[in-house]
């Protein structure tokens, strides 16, 4: 944590703050060791405060890690009403704040009960510094991969005609626990025949029918991290075209986890997979970005996407996962994690990516 807390204090300076008030829960996670859903930290340059409320009261003792001071509201008081009171922040002092996760209405409250700071949006600053992940994080985010990977070869079984999208995402989930998941990493995709179609298609009470693509997008959380993983797998024969698409998915997706390196532009590592799907004729079919990072949450930095400016860095988890969606035919997505290192990229997903037919 005292790593991660003088990263973050090296930034003061050239984002012209004097202090960080850290409310975003994954955020304050990153930087204390908590994992309650209620709280909040102040971070300045020579002090470091964490306040929350009664609930988490021994909790937050057995958790926080690297030298907070603890504050707990006695009583229903907000989290704002206890800063206020402890008095750590002094007027004047220049204040960095989330502005992706902080309310409009907090920021007011904020404004309004400490009138002498001056309170600086600095969104990313925080998640940038997360993006690059240590061997603990690494290791946490590797066991929910293994996680996946298990609970993908043991529910193929249960895939066939009949079955119910929403009975494999139970299955799915029940088994991530079993395997030692603290839950999953997000609503679990299952999506069959036309849903396949859908880049986001929540599992349904749809039947899966014989010839069609299923596509499973799951994953789920050990110490907080997060893996996410798709697959597609045909149930029964599928024609030309869908195996045409199937094997472009594969190329592009393939091509892309080989040109992950540190130092490689996003965007350029996007690019990749869109032209082969381009080449392919199947561009206008592509339609979402290439992938994003993973760790504490779900969707972090960097987003790898046509529009993205960031440039990989080593010790980065991302995912690869392009995807064609040719409706009502069906959709292929395949998706993988990968660590960013300083010669390639190290695929921490096991599971087949060969079209599957069961
Ligand atoms: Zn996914
Ligand atoms: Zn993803």
């Not at 060791?33 to 020579?46: D, E, K």
């Not at 043991?154 to 991530?176: H, T």
Request: hydrophobic share 40%; net charge positive; glycine share 10%.
């Amino acid at each position: 944590m005292k790593r991660r807390i003088a990263g973050l204090r090296s930034r003061f300076s050239s984002l012209r703050i004097d202090a960080f008030l850290v409310t975003n829960p994954p955020h304050l996670r990153y930087l204390s060791g908590f994992s309650g859903s209620n709280g909040a930290g102040f971070v300045s340059m020579r002090s470091m405060h964490f306040f929350t409320d009664g609930r988490y009261s021994s909790q937050v003792k057995k958790e926080l890690s690297g030298g907070w001071k603890i504050h707990v509201s006695p009583s229903s008081d907000t989290m704002f009403t206890m800063i206020r009171n402890a008095g750590v922040v002094k007027a004047g002092t220049r204040v960095g704040i989330d502005g992706n996760t902080l309310s409009y209405e907090e920021f007011r409250t904020l404004k309004k009960m400490l009138p002498g700071v001056k309170f600086l949006p600095k969104a990313g600053m925080i998640e940038d510094l997360a993006s690059v992940k240590d061997r603990s994080e690494i290791r946490s985010i590797r066991k929910a991969v293994a996680i996946t990977d298990r609970t993908f070869s043991e529910i193929l079984p249960l895939i066939k005609p009949g079955v119910r999208e929403l009975d494999i995402a139970a299955e799915i989930s029940y088994r991530q626990r079993r395997h030692g998941a603290e839950r999953d990493a997000f609503d679990t995709i299952v999506a069959s025949g036309p849903r396949s179609a859908l880049p986001h298609g929540q599992a349904s009470s749809r039947k899966i029918g014989r010839g069609e693509f299923v596509t499973l997008d799951f994953g789920c959380v050990v110490d907080g991290y997060h893996s996410d993983m798709t697959r597609t797998v045909a149930v029964g024969r599928i024609g030309a075209r869908e195996k045409r698409i199937y094997a472009l998915v594969l190329e592009a997706q393939t091509r892309a986890v080989e040109a992950v390196r540190a130092g490689v532009r996003t965007k350029d590592l996007d690019a990749v997979a869109r032209t082969i799907i381009r080449k392919g004729g199947f561009d206008r079919y592509f339609r979402h970005s290439l992938g994003h990072g993973i760790g504490l949450q779900i969707h972090e930095a960097p987003r790898i996407s046509v529009q993205s400016r960031s440039v990989l860095k080593a010790g980065q988890v991302i995912t690869v996962e392009p995807g064609i969606y040719v409706s009502p035919l069906g959709g292929v997505r395949i998706e993988d994690d990968v660590v960013v290192t300083d010669d390639g990229g190290t695929v921490l997903t096991r599971s087949t990516k060969e079209l599957i037919t069961l």
